[in-house]
């Protein structure tokens, strides 16, 4: 492949995640000899030798990526002083072909496309460097993760229920155990299992922590996520009670997503959706969703919120069908989540219009 195109080089040059103007901060270059080398700004550098396969995969492949942006409209153009406008920063991609061409393409970080696995992954796994934005700006390549789940009581908090998920190996396994400490174990090995990198729950703008010296009720649940990224380190990255108030964002995608893998809801607490499923308490950012019912023991349809004091029990005026005719419907239930989280594609949600004083019908006997 390699020697069938001809490359010679190809050069990777970004200015990092979001907020960055002033220039670019790293470079990664790869060689057809088979060197992979990389170098931040900071001054931070290393490089490895890779097999004649992946070298050629990977050129193949940059390639295909550069012709996939320069064919784009609106592509994100380099200044002639080479710094960058854009708020959220750029990359640039060279290749130097043996015969003298050499072309070009940037675009915005976050954009990596064609529809195959990202190039920036193959690129931090080969070099072992989490810290390079690259194309996607994504500054850890999540390789694994476990989740544990402890009871307190009784003393130390005892582990009930382990998840983990490695990535390389494209494999997932839930170890569950009961009271007598008997273990049922589901696990799988495929392909399909690296969908879940994209929920990225490890991302944490403020990350739960578990305090030693707060003492929980007994009984209580309580987990500890821990990822593993390509270098290799690990961290544990949240932990807390396991309910909807202290889970990170997306938790409620990312396990519905993983059921798919791991059947047993019914045995597993992790599993568990009326645990997470539902946010009842607000973060900055978030969205009110309302279910509602048109009528007693009716069917819960979704509105978006943006009255404050809704509380379930109360009834509201919403619009309904193409027309936006507006009928009376009673509050079912109140939570809170990004965009992401809504039980509907985002777009299409309506909004409550109003809130009744009282119920619709004890108004109309008032008049």
Not at 111 to 123: D, K, Q, T, V, Y
Request: hydrophobic share 35%.
């Amino acid at each position: 492949m390699g020697k069938k195109l001809g490359i010679k080089s190809v050069t990777i040059r970004s200015t990092g995640g979001e907020g960055a103007r002033t220039g670019f901060i790293e470079k990664v270059k790869m060689k057809k000899n088979g060197k992979i080398s990389a170098l931040k700004k900071d001054g931070k550098k290393s490089s490895v030798h890779v097999g004649k396969q992946k070298i050629h995969f990977l050129l193949e492949y940059s390639e295909e990526i550069l012709l996939h942006y320069r064919s784009l409209p609106g592509k994100v153009e380099i200044s002639p002083d080479g710094f960058v406008r854009p708020a959220d920063g750029i990359w640039e991609m060279k290749i130097v072909y043996e015969d003298g061409r050499v072309l070009r393409a940037s675009y915005a970080i976050g954009w990596e496309g064609c529809g195959a696995p990202p190039l920036s992954r193959f690129i931090r796994r080969a070099l072992k460097r989490d810290d390079l934005f690259l194309l996607d700006g994504e500054d850890v390549d999540l390789t694994g993760l476990t989740v544990h789940l402890f009871r307190t009581g009784g003393g130390r908090p005892a582990a009930f229920e382990l998840l983990s998920i490695d990535f390389i190996r494209e494999r997932v396994k839930l170890d569950v155990y009961d009271e007598q400490g008997r273990k049922i174990t589901v696990s799988l090995q495929n392909g399909a299992i690296e969908s879940l990198r994209k929920y990225p729950v490890y991302r944490l703008e403020n990350p739960a922590v578990i305090d030693p010296d707060e003492t929980y009720p007994e009984g209580s649940v309580l987990y500890y996520l821990t990822l593993e990224g390509a270098s290799g380190g690990k961290a544990d990255v949240a932990s807390g009670r396991y309910d909807r108030a202290h889970l990170p964002r997306k938790w409620g995608n990312f396990m519905k997503a993983l059921s798919v893998f791991l059947p047993i809801s019914s045995y597993s607490m992790l599993l568990d959706k009326s645990l997470y499923g539902k946010r009842t308490e607000k973060r900055e950012g978030d969205y009110t969703y309302c279910d509602v019912s048109y009528e007693e023991g009716g069917s819960l349809y979704c509105y978006l919120c943006d009255i404050d004091e809704v509380h379930p029990g109360d009834y509201v005026r919403v619009p309904v069908g193409p027309d936006y005719n507006e009928i009376a419907a009673r509050v079912e239930d109140v939570y809170y989540g990004t965009k992401e989280d809504a039980p509907y594609p985002f777009h299409g949600l309506k909004h409550i219009l109003g809130v009744y004083v009282k119920a619709p019908r004890d108004e109309e006997e008032g008049d």
